[in-house]
DNA sequence: TCCAATACTTACAAAAATGTAGGTACTTGC
DNA sequence: GCAAGTACCTACATTTTTGTAAGTATTGGA
């Protein structure tokens, strides 16, 4: 996200993306959406980004004012973060991802299910041809 | 977006991710929102991507069936950009992205000024505190 | 014959994002 | 003294994304 834009002149959406634009970032909004959490909680959370992506990206919504970040003095250390009033704003588009994510996996699903279907009954006309 | 996905398992935001994940991808769906386009509108309303970008970037969405390719057999070649039926499904998000972009522009630029002021205040201090 | 116009494509280069492996600090409990 | 537990950080390597510059096809018109 390294992008030079202007505040004045930019296109809206694309104002959208320099916050929420990371390949993480819109998931770990989400987890925090529900309710503060731990780091490790948010890793357990996000099994397929690395402990340095997922503080990167914290650390980059942290900036923009997303989140906020609180730290126990503890041993061994607890991290809380979680969503702030501004950060919740951005509420409305993380659900209608949420939302159609959830169709567009059924869709594809279903797809490959209908895949492995019609291959299968391919199998079997192979095999009668052969017979045959 | 080179994901290893299961769409099983796989959380709702990442699925959707994985179609409108590409840096002009909200922006090109944005703009077909709002009607069918020609390539070099496309460019002209994205200013800052590169033809080669928007080329490829509108080639996947063609593969995920948001948008619809049409090549009018004519020379000079005219060949124009519409979303899908199921492509419009993802206006919500886009939607909520324009508007949320809005917003944080506005904010952003009252912080610019903001810091402006402060900065020529802080510029009559120094004077003040030179000449007295 | 050469140019203009459009929507690309291709090869190559640079930049950005992401991943890997290791290390750090601190204190409690064995 | 040593391992455990947490939330990192750092250097480095790799992958992915994006950009640059040039070339392609077609045909009507100067």
Redesign the pocket.
């Known amino acids: 996200?390294?992008?030079q834009y202007n505040w004045k002149t930019g296109c809206d959406v694309e104002a959208t993306l320099t916050v929420i634009?990371?390949?993480?970032k819109p998931i770990l909004i989400c987890r925090l959406l529900s309710g503060k959490k731990?780091?490790?909680?948010l890793?357990r959370l996000a099994p397929?980004?690395?402990?340095?992506?997922?503080?990167?990206?914290?650390?980059e919504l942290e900036a923009d004012g997303v989140i906020k970040?609180t730290?126990h003095a503890e041993?061994?250390?607890?991290?809380?973060?979680e969503v702030t009033e501004y950060g919740r704003s951005l509420q409305p588009i993380i659900m209608a991802m949420q939302s159609w994510g959830k169709d567009f996996k059924t869709r594809k699903y279903a797809e490959e299910e209908a895949a492995e279907a019609a291959d299968s009954e391919h199998e079997d006309t192979n095999r009668k041809a052969a017979n045959g």
Do not use: D, H, K, S
């Open positions: 996200m390294a992008r634009g990371g390949r993480w731990r780091f490790g909680e890793c397929n980004a690395t402990e340095r992506m997922i503080t990167l990206q914290l650390r970040r730290v041993v061994p250390p607890r991290v809380e973060y």
